[in-house]
């Protein structure tokens, strides 16, 4: 029997987390629940008595790689960690996985994983340990608070869920319905990940500008309020958030781009396609137009911002002509980054239903092009970065001694040899080079906290 050669008494733990930066904000909280629980973090799962999987559902081979990694965790003396499966399969497939992979001890949701305790006590005592609940009360409220920031810039989730529905995304039956944390709980914590060493937060939600809520006053909030509160913060020197949708990039918001200080010059806008038909569709609820007109007006106020954003090509019924519409929109963007997908059909969504499914020589040729496009709109973006002076926050060891990696107000990467510099300083460089994924800087001074 596998399950009698597992631990009863797991000591130490290892977490895997794929996927989006909740799952990483997720695997984080999960570490700290755990670790004042006592158990200790292993540097991998090869010797780890615990290892979870915090897994991704977006597209298919995301969702498929948790079996591959599973098969893996068999060790050549016949053991076995206690395998507890989190995050996004362990919503959509429950109890389906440990049929799939017998060795799995526990299968636990996005919205459930503060019982993890309690789950890794059941496990082992025959069936698998479930929960895939979406409890009305919040995991936050049941969750340790905060440890010292092990980085110098943070993930804080202050919304999740989302209630839009595009025809082709699991996430609204994944995480659920738009839910937005209390306006207290998020300063508590963003003051907690200050006092631990952090410098920048980086606001997460699937639909995060869709964040509502009362501040202190009573007063309604959107998360532009949100951002103006963080501004004050003492020893915060920046603000990011991601991801947003189109529809909920208010008034408020597109205003403090233009005038809070601490908010960094970049927005992740997603908009998948630059065809109306495909939008439509998609279930977006805007067209292509529209979207150029709301990023018109980002750029009027804050006229060097990077922007970014989320394509899928291959869409059920995509013509040539819908993909050279999406081509156009690229180019008259000029993205400062960009990610694109093959469309991966995903059980339960409706567009997994839609006719006309695009051949996949036609999805991986369309791909190329949108790709080569996008690089080369990144490497531009980079190269006009030459010759400034900017600041950048350290937040790594580069590859070579002495060498240090942070990132400039835009998210790109920049690499400076800095003795004496430490991760989390940020320190004023010259732009001396640019490369298609990241900038060489030449130090300047050190910018006091
Ligand atoms: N197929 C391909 N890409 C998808 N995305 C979401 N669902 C799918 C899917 N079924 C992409 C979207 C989204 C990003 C997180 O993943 O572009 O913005
Ligand atoms: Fe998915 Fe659309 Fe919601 Fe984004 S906005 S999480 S793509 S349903």
Known sequence: MTRSRKPADPKTFHIKSFGCQMNVYDGERMAEMLGARGLTAAADGADADLVVLNTCHIREKAAEKVYSDIGRLRREDGT?????????????????????APSVDIV?????YHRLPALIEQAGRGAVALDTDMPAASKFDALPARARAARPSAFLTVQEGCDKFCTYCVVPYTRGAEVSRPWGAVMDEARALVDGGAREITLLGQNV?????????????????????????????RIRYTTSHPNDMSE????????????????????????????????RDHDAAGYRRL????????????????????????SDADFE????????????????????????????????????????????RLQAQINADQLAFNEASVGRRTTILLERAGRHPGQLVGKSPWLQSVHVTAAGARIGDMVAVDIVSAGPNSLAGALVERIAA
């Not at 206690?82 to 996985?97: K, N, R």
């Not at 804050?302 to 869409?315: M, T």
């Open 80 to 100: 076995s960690p206690l395998i507890a499966v989190a995050g996004c399969v362990a919503q959509a497939e429950g109890a389906e996985i440990a049929r799939r």
């Open 325 to 368: 519409a999406t081509m156009a929109l690229v180019r008259a963007v000029g993205y400062a980054q960009a990610y694109s997908f093959k469309y991966s059909a995903r059980p339960g969504t409706p567009a997994a239903a839609m006719a006309d499914a695009v051949p996949a020589d036609v999805m991986d040729e369309r791909l190329q």
């Open 209 to 237: 500008n869709a964040w509502a809520g009362e501040d202190e006053a009573g007063r309604a909030q959107g998360l532009d309020g949100l951002i103006r509160a963080l501004d004050r913060l003492p020893g915060l020197a």
């Open 108 to 112: 636990v949701g996005p919205q459930a």
């Open 252 to 283: 408020g918001l597109i205003a403090a781009h233009g005038d809070v200080e601490k908010l960094m010059p970049f927005l992740h806008l997603p908009v998948q396609s630059g065809s109306d038909r495909i939008l439509r569709a998609m279930n």
């Open 295 to 318: 990023l018109d007006r980002v750029r009027a106020v804050r006229p060097d911002i990077a922007l970014s954003g989320d394509f899928i090509v291959g869409f059920p019924g995509e």
